[in-house]
């Protein structure tokens, strides 16, 4: 099946403790992108990737780190997380580089800094 | 930068009518619009996309209409039924990565 998978789904951490939610997806998909989600501001975008070693950030891409060594996998790193980084979390892949196109959404991290 | 923005944060329907979910944009080179829906608990599905050298275009049940005049962007649902209750957002790229999304309709479909 086609899909794109996060782990872990719910996480409760402390301020300050580096923390990686992993995304893979089996679509052999050329672009990966991390979005946060809040109330009242929707979908905004941490950082994208086009392909294998090519990142770039989004619109809040403070306090994240990405890394892109493999096609299938992207994770979201987390150094020092802040209560401010509590949100829900997607990654997201698609075939095209370009933003938008059928971009395929994983299930979603619910994120909680105590 | 692109900001996008829905006219209602939650829409009621009664089950059978026709739904309409709007998206306003700011930027006029705007070139690719896209329809998300996302039920609770789960990621952003998607539904329907449209380019700008495109008015409209027609999927099953959905429609979307673009106006580039007034830099607006529409959903309609035809004959809403329970499973189509969801968040509503519109996706909007001003061209290469960056995709813009507006904070989302909440549809509810009454019985």
């Known amino acids: 099946e086609a899909q794109v998978t996060q782990n872990p789904r719910y996480l409760i951490t402390v301020t300050g403790k580096k923390l990686t939610v992993t995304c893979s997806q089996n679509m052999n998909h050329e672009y990966m992108s991390w979005y946060r989600q809040d109330p009242g501001l929707g979908l905004r975008q941490i950082y994208y990737s086009m392909n294998v070693e090519v990142t770039d950030k989004g619109d809040v891409p403070e306090g994240y780190k990405v890394s892109r060594k493999e096609k299938r996998n992207f994770p979201l790193i987390l150094e020092s997380p802040s209560p401010n980084q509590t949100s829900l979390y997607f990654c997201?892949?698609?075939?095209?580089?370009?933003?938008?196109?059928?971009?395929?959404f994983g299930p979603g991290t619910r994120l909680t800094v105590t | 930068g692109e900001s996008v923005g829905l006219h209602l944060p939650t829409l009621s329907v009664q089950e059978g009518d026709n739904s309409i979910i709007n998206c306003a944009y700011s930027n006029s080179a705007s070139d690719y619009f896209i329809w998300y829906k996302q039920e609770s608990g789960k990621g952003p599905q998607f539904i329907i996309d449209?380019?700008?050298?495109?008015d409209k275009r027609q999927g099953q049940r959905v429609t979307v209409l673009l106006n580039k005049t007034v830099k607006h962007l529409s959903l309609q649902i035809a004959a809403t039924q329970p499973g189509d209750s969801a968040v509503y957002f519109c996706?909007?790229?001003?061209?290469?990565?960056?995709?813009?999304f507006g904070t989302g309709t909440q549809l509810k479909v009454e019985l």
């Open positions: 996706g909007v790229t001003g061209g290469g990565n960056k995709l813009t």
């Open positions: 449209i380019r700008s050298n495109m």
């Open positions: 997201a892949s698609s075939l095209s580089t370009r933003a938008g196109v059928e971009q395929y």
